[in-house]
């Protein structure tokens, strides 16, 4: 499913599945889409953070059109515990792989991986800063 | 500081194209006559083989290389080179005057981040700046490189460099009766493009700065950010366009406007350091 931001209608909500995982895209191309994230954040209920919220930044290809500061980004993300995925959508090569990245997450954060759950991303993200 | 502004006047109001350079190896200035010499033969040879590209671009060219001394930040600094071709006179040489069809000159000011990592033989002067034909900068271009085994690019400025240009120079106060800060953006993906002007009276502009900026002489990114979103604001409330979602292509103040294919225009020497020292930095990014 995909919103351009949230709150998601409430007119729809006995028709929605359940949602296992949110990606918030954010372009560097534009400080908009930074801003829009933002507020969407504030609409997600806190257990989400454990794992089921995940930041995907677009864009990262072209250095010289970029309008958002990366440590802003990388802020954010040590400031929800989410993790951070960085892609270029014009590349197919690259476009595929966060696909396929982005698929496994949401595998693992519906349950379909036995022995591992979404709350392993938490610690991921954890043992990281710790390096 | 860069002091006498008459040696610098030659700087101002021309659209000078940017590129980032790398070291160049064993420069020495005590050769720039030979330079100048082996430079003119080089395009000589280039019109001997038949390059000349462009309708207009002459190639009997007379080349003259100097350094610009007060051109610098600090003393570790290189001193600026300055490389000027002039269309040899076909006129008796009473009254005529060589013709400038092409300046370009490479600089530093306090590039000491790349000048302190490079080995001994290596001359750091990384910003480079032309006006003129580009089939010129190309031949001058291609005999440094040959040369001083040095590498060009053309220097980018991003939107979010162009918006701390725009924050910090819409902050200098000036004497004389500035001309309005203008931001252009483009709008993407339409069908056709549209480029929106945003004209800001340069006292509403300073005077939004000011609020801002907490300690003067810095500048942080937080500051430059509620400037720019200041900006933005007052522009959705009137019109209903999200600013933040557009590419910000082009800045413009009465100290000097900048576009992000790396153009620049230097209108005021008084700041003629601050530019060229937030330009150096940009170019030893892109090095790096």
Redesign the interface.
């Known amino acids: 499913h995909i919103a351009t931001s949230l709150p998601l209608p409430s007119e729809r909500d006995h028709l929605r599945p359940r949602i296992d995982l949110v990606v918030f895209m954010i372009d560097i191309?534009?400080?908009?889409?930074l801003?829009n994230v933002e507020t969407s954040l504030a609409h997600v209920d806190a257990s989400f953070f454990l794992g089921k919220v995940c930041f995907l930044v677009t864009g990262v290809g072209r250095?010289?059109?970029?309008?958002?500061?990366t440590?802003?980004i990388c802020k954010l993300g040590e400031a929800y515990c989410s993790p951070m995925l960085f892609c270029e959508l014009e590349l197919e090569g690259v476009r595929v792989a966060t696909a396929q990245r982005l698929l496994r997450m949401l595998q693992i954060c519906a349950g379909y991986i036995p022995g591992v759950s979404a709350l392993s991303f938490v610690s991921l993200m954890r043992n990281s800063d710790d390096d | 500081e860069i002091v006498d502004p008459q040696k610098t006047a030659f700087l101002l109001r021309k659209a000078w194209t940017l590129y980032s350079v790398t070291p160049l190896y064993r420069f020495r200035r005590a050769r720039l006559r030979d330079y100048a010499r082996l430079l003119g033969a080089f395009i000589a040879a280039e019109k001997q083989k038949g390059l000349a590209v462009e309708v207009g671009v002459e190639l009997d060219i007379k080349v003259a290389v100097s350094s610009l001394a007060d051109l610098r930040g600090s003393e570790q600094d290189q001193a600026a080179v300055l490389v000027q071709l002039s269309l040899r006179s076909q006129a008796s040489s009473r009254n005529s005057e060589d013709k400038l069809v092409w300046s370009g000159w490479f600089c530093s000011v306090y590039g000491d981040d790349l000048s302190e990592n490079v080995p001994e033989d290596f001359t750091c002067l990384p910003l480079f700046l032309t006006h003129g034909a580009e089939s010129y900068t190309s031949m001058v271009g291609r005999w440094f490189q040959k040369t001083f085994d040095c590498c060009f690019r053309r220097l980018a400025i991003s939107p979010l460099n162009l918006s701390w240009m725009v924050a910090m120079w819409a902050g200098c106060k000036l004497d004389r009766a500035a001309s309005a800060v203008e931001l252009v953006f483009s709008v993407p993906r339409l069908s056709q493009p549209l480029d929106i002007s945003y004209a800001i009276h340069p006292e509403d502009a300073k005077a939004l700065w000011d609020t801002v900026q907490k300690t003067p002489g810095e500048i942080t990114q937080e500051e430059v950010d509620v400037f720019m979103d200041c900006l933005y604001a007052h522009f959705h409330r009137h019109f209903r366009i999200h600013l933040s979602a557009a590419k910000l292509v082009k800045v413009s103040t009465a100290v000097a406007s900048a576009h992000c294919d790396g153009i620049v225009k230097i209108l005021h020497s008084q700041y003629l350091s601050g530019v060229l020292m937030l330009l150096t930095e940009l170019a030893i990014s892109q090095i790096q």
């Open positions: 191309k534009s400080k908009y889409s801003k250095v010289n059109a970029c309008s958002i500061e440590n802003a």
